[in-house]
């Protein structure tokens, strides 16, 4: 591809056209880029058109760009918002000095790290999902999919743009690298656990963008805060397109809810209706929020703490923290020691996995309480779990705790977790429902309410697919 069309195809505000060495690297890597989404992308809806907001601009009001594209032809462009000026380090050992324009020397190999970590996150996702397509429940919702993949993929492209620009040699090759690892793969998974785990229902795709997206914004909120200024742009950017896969969640239970709600109310069992019954949609939201708590790490953490002592890493919303170099605080947490449940202070630093999972809870309980307010209806209430149930990082993993938090012994755990957590059963139902694809404008499926109000003003029997054609 020549570098003009290179720089017609990828919307940017970064001065992709003069810079030479940028330009290189990522005429090398688009094609291989393509191949991968080819591959991995959506399954069977490559050459559709889709109704699709593309990002042409950082500018709040006209950054959304609303058309018919076919995904393979998407313009996955590369944007920071724009620069604070005059910039300082928000926490750590360098609090005040110039924010970094370019990566410091002794904290190179720890950025690059944590560039991957989170970049690894983007297209493990779009793999994931790449086969929801085949059983959607709407037009509408198959659109909302392929806007929460395609957006995944540029935020694939904000990641390797940094490990372009700022990383050289070993950057290309991690650039490289994040196209070739595949998600559930034995040989060569994502870095992440919960990237790995398959979802390959509707239900599960709506408790991912719900809770897994979650933990993204709580990354890219502490990612925001960083030290090195491009860093903290492009995350402060694709926050922006974040807000709407969570909104697709979040809608998505909704929906379900209402539904099974609906079905409650004239006096009939949603399973038998063909929807999906309230204690069922708990297990998977049981499953979901705690694959996704995993997320954040260990309770106490050398590592964190080295992240935010170099200002690499902060909390989120860090300005709102009275002490941003907390050397001296405390932070108090249930801890599990010798065998049991202790409530200790731990140095402030080596609890920032902690107190970022703090905010993401909080955050998770008032989805929750917006959940709960159509269940309320029908008497019935959501809860999260325990932060010490079914975990398999940190110091809870390897032991047996109920949904409340106590706990128990595996025998009583493994006689009860088919209450807790999806069964085989319990997924071979969700996944009959789903046997049949909706692609009829207007129509939806049986187990899920009909939105609200359609995307960008559309009415919600638009077509936001072209599926019926071509
Ligand atoms: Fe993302
Ligand atoms: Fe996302």
Redesign the pocket.
């Known amino acids: 591809m020549s570098n003009v069309s290179l720089n017609e195809k990828i919307p940017n505000n970064v001065d992709l056209s003069s810079d030479k060495r940028l330009q290189r690297a990522l005429e090398q890597w688009q094609p291989e880029f393509l191949s991968w989404w080819k591959d991995m992308g959506p399954e069977g809806f490559q050459e559709k058109d889709v109704y699709l907001r593309t990002a042409v601009s950082v500018d709040p009001k006209g950054w959304a760009h609303f058309d018919y594209v076919r995904m393979p032809e998407y313009r996955w462009g590369i944007f920071l918002a724009d620069p604070v000026p005059n910039r300082t380090i928000g926490f750590g050992d360098a609090f005040g000095q110039p924010a970094w324009q370019e990566v410091p020397g002794e904290h190179r190999n720890t950025l690059r790290r944590l560039i991957v970590t989170q970049g690894d996150t983007e297209p493990a996702s779009v793999e994931q999902q790449r086969r929801l397509g085949q059983t959607c429940p709407s037009l509408y919702d198959l659109r909302n999919l392929f806007q ?1 993949n395609v ?2 993929g540029r935020h694939l492209w904000a990641m390797v743009y940094l490990l372009h620009s700022y990383f050289g040699r070993d950057g290309r090759e991690e650039a490289e690298a994040l196209l070739q690892r595949r998600s559930g793969d034995q040989d060569k998974p994502r870095i992440l656990g919960a990237f790995n785990e398959p979802c390959t229902d509707w239900l599960s795709f709506f408790m991912f963008t719900t809770f897994t ?1 979650r933990d ?1 914004k709580y990354q890219l909120l502490a990612l925001a805060e960083s030290g090195f200024d491009p860093l903290s742009r492009t995350c402060r950017f694709m926050l922006t397109e ?1 807000a709407h ?1 969570l909104f697709v969640g979040e809608m998505g239970i909704s929906r379900i809810i209402q539904r099974a709600a609906q079905l409650m109310k004239e006096g009939k069992d949603p399973r038998q209706e063909g929807a999906i019954d309230l204690p069922t949609i708990q297990k998977y939201m049981n499953f979901w929020y705690t694959v996704s708590l995993d997320l954040f790490g260990s309770e106490v953490s050398t590592n964190a703490a080295n992240f935010f002592g170099a200002g690499l890493k902060g909390r989120a919303k860090e300005e709102t923290y009275a002490d941003h170099v907390a050397l001296e605080g405390a932070y108090e947490m249930d801890l599990y020691e010798d065998g049991k449940l202790v409530r200790r202070s731990v140095p402030m630093r080596t609890a920032m996995n902690e107190v970022l999972r703090d905010a993401y809870i909080d955050d998770c309980a008032k989805v929750l309480n917006r959940w709960n307010k159509h269940a309320a209806e029908v008497g019935f209430t959501f809860t999260l779990p325990s932060r010490r149930f079914h975990r398999n990082q940190g110091l809870f993993a390897g032991k047996y705790f109920t949904p409340e938090g106590r706990e128990i012994g595996q025998a009583e755990y493994e006689a009860q977790q088919a209450a807790w957590l999806p069964t085989d059963a319990d997924r071979a139902y969700v996944q009959s429902l789903m046997v049949n694809p909706v692609y009829q404008p207007g129509h939806y499926a049986n187990w899920i309410a009909p939105p609200a109000k359609g995307v960008n003003d559309q009415p919600i029997d638009f077509e936001y697919v072209r599926y019926n054609e071509g």
Do not use: C, N, S, Y
Request: hydrophobic share 15%; glycine share 14%.
């Open positions: 929460v957006e995944e997206d993204g974040e896969h």
